[in-house]
């Protein structure tokens, strides 16, 4: 299961459990009427016992057991009209029962789609009126649009959360796919390409006249072969956690080594790792930031640059930690619109952990990565 289908069931169990909370006072309400009404001299009147077992069976039967129907005007229109006749007749016959009218309130907003609810609302609203008789009195008009428009402003406002919630979990899964297009791109991406390029070079070792260089071929189709198998186990370890490999046993400075190494036994150019000041634990995911960053430096400089030397600097500072990637190779003008993923993935992850990003460059003249995030 990925980690989007992860979030969503997230959402559902909070979804559930409110749907869960809205019955539970629906029929929390029917318990304490019934509570009252037992309290009263004569006890509760069979006729209100009836209403009330009516009003419990048929919510049951119609709204908690069908919660796949809930927010359709048909049937759950019909529904809600049989409870609020029902309701009428409860408290007709025992006034005790005025409470259930606030578990009934919410159902409106629960079963009906907008902007059917607040009609569902103002109706419960109009039977309440009713059943206390209060559509007699003078000036019942006022009291009855204040009552309305209460309801209906509770409503709206539930609604306006509702919809805001549903655009954060939109964004959720924006951030979420951008996220993943990141990790896919820093691992599966650049392994593929490590591989394709170990490949080409022995293919080159074979020419198509004279005797193969096996030695080369051999070396080639190792590394290949090396570069696969860390790809996959990073693979597997992205969609496990999508915490890169390196990290899970090592520290920031060992695992940039680590990775210096291999990628200069891969493409046969120099690299060399430099830690200025005291390693020190980082928060949150700054780590992984400065060690996608320095693959995704190395890995340019493999496949654009033609560099002949890479040099990767991590600095300790008080405040914060940088991290410098600078290789000799032919360079390329920064601000020339370019179609590659790489530059735009590496300035969203430092966004995303307070730092930033500058690329200094400029044809013939090398280029250099600066990444700076704040340590406190």
Not at 107 to 134: D, E
Not at 253 to 268: C, K, P, Q
Request: hydrophobic share 45%; with cysteine; glycine share 10%.
């Amino acid at each position: 299961m990925g980690v989007t289908e992860r979030g969503s069931d997230r959402v559902n169990v909070w979804e559930a459990r409110w749907l869960r909370a809205f019955h539970l006072l629906y029929y929390a309400c029917l318990a304490l009427g019934l509570i009252l009404s037992a309290g009263e001299r004569e006890g509760p009147a069979p006729v209100s016992l009836v209403a009330l077992a009516l009003l419990a069976g048929w919510h049951w039967l119609f709204v908690v057991r069908e919660p796949r129907l809930l927010g359709r005007l048909h049937p759950m229109a019909l529904h809600l009209a049989v409870l609020c006749a029902l309701y009428v007749a409860l408290v007709l016959a025992d006034r005790s029962y005025d409470v259930v009218i606030f578990g009934l309130m919410p159902q409106a907003y629960l079963m009906l789609p907008t902007p059917w609810s607040y009609a569902g609302a103002v109706a419960v609203i109009g039977c309440t009126f009713a059943a206390r008789g209060y559509l007699d009195d003078p000036g019942v008009g006022w009291q009855l649009a204040g009552s309305c428009g209460l309801v209906v402003a509770i409503g709206m406002f539930v609604t306006y959360v509702s919809r805001q919630s549903a655009q954060n979990k939109t964004v959720g899964v924006l951030e979420e796919r951008a996220r993943l297009a990141r990790e896919i791109h820093d691992t599966i991406a650049q392994g593929l390409s490590g591989v394709i390029t170990q490949l080409e070079a022995a293919e080159q070792a074979m020419p198509e006249q004279g005797r193969p260089d096996l030695p080369a071929v051999r070396r080639r189709l190792a590394l290949a072969k090396e570069l696969a198998r860390d790809n996959l186990r990073e693979a597997r370890r992205s969609v496990d956690a999508l915490r890169p490999g390196p990290l899970e046993d090592a520290r920031l400075d060992a695992a940039l080594a680590e990775v210096a190494g291999r990628w200069s036994r891969t493409s046969g150019v120099s690299a060399t790792v430099t830690v200025e000041g005291t390693p020190r634990p980082l928060p949150g995911e700054a780590g992984t930031v400065l060690l996608r960053a320095a693959q995704e430096g190395l890995s340019n400089a493999a496949k654009h640059a033609r560099a002949g030397r890479v040099a990767i600097t991590l600095t300790y500072m008080d405040d914060e930690v940088t991290l410098d990637v600078f290789d000799d190779g032919i360079g390329f003008d920064p601000g020339a619109r370019g179609s590659g993923y790489g530059l735009a993935a590496m300035r969203e992850r430092a966004r995303g952990v307070g730092g930033t990003l500058t690329v200094e460059s400029a044809p013939g003249e090398g280029t250099a990565l600066c990444l700076r995030i704040p340590s406190n």
